[in-house]
């Protein structure tokens, strides 16, 4: 379950895909390459990304390197350059981001429709044995993984991602829409991944 095969299947596809741009890249627009690298590499970083929580970060690098890449040949911007004003620049969010992104999109979905029951049945709400001020606040119960591959499981991984978001998402996440709730959860991880 390390991903090894997976992740070096992803590095293989996209690197063809991005020098097949490269090839096209004065031909089109900075919005039209920006759609088509989205829709053909950008789509398979996000493709079950949720999956790869907890991952090493090797694997994660690998990744980061094919949207830095990616980013670089968007922007046109030289291999020198430092990526992470590119990516701020694009707003796009880097590969670990993405994916704790995914998680707590996953764990707000569960929470409002109860569906799947399956992934339903992984959520408890914490509560305390006794009044807390942090009582208040909707926070998930996580008892502990015994092993750090028993901590990438979604019972584990949820509340670890749900709790660390601020109280403004997790307190009013049952008012909130799914739009707005994406809008206000891409903007903590933006701020929390780009010092503004």
Not at 60 to 70: A, D, E, G, M, P
Not at 88 to 112: C, D, G, N
Not at 150 to 166: D, E, I, K, M, Q
């Amino acid at each position: 379950m390390s991903f090894d095969p997976h992740v070096a299947n992803i590095c293989k596809t996209s690197f063809c895909h991005i020098r097949a741009l490269r090839r096209i890249r004065k031909l089109l627009t900075i919005s039209d390459i920006k759609t088509v690298a989205t829709a053909v590499v950008s789509s398979r970083l996000d493709y079950c990304n949720s999956l790869l929580y907890g991952m090493t970060d090797c694997n994660i690098n690998k990744l980061q390197r094919i949207q830095n890449s990616l980013a670089r040949l968007v922007t046109n911007s030289n291999s020198r350059c430092h990526i992470t004003p590119v990516l701020a620049e694009l707003h796009w969010l880097p590969v670990s981001a993405r994916i704790e992104y995914k998680v707590a999109l996953l764990t707000y979905k569960t929470m409002t429709t109860e569906r799947p029951i399956y992934l339903n049945e992984l959520l408890k709400l914490y509560k305390p044995a006794r009044q807390l001020r942090s009582s208040s606040h909707c926070s998930l119960h996580d008892d502990g993984a015994k092993t750090v591959f028993g901590s990438r499981a979604f019972c584990h991984a949820a509340p670890t991602v749900w709790n660390a978001l601020p109280s403004s998402l997790t307190d009013e996440f049952q008012t909130m829409s799914l739009t707005v709730f994406k809008r206000h959860l891409k903007t903590h991880f933006y701020k929390k991944s780009f010092v503004l």
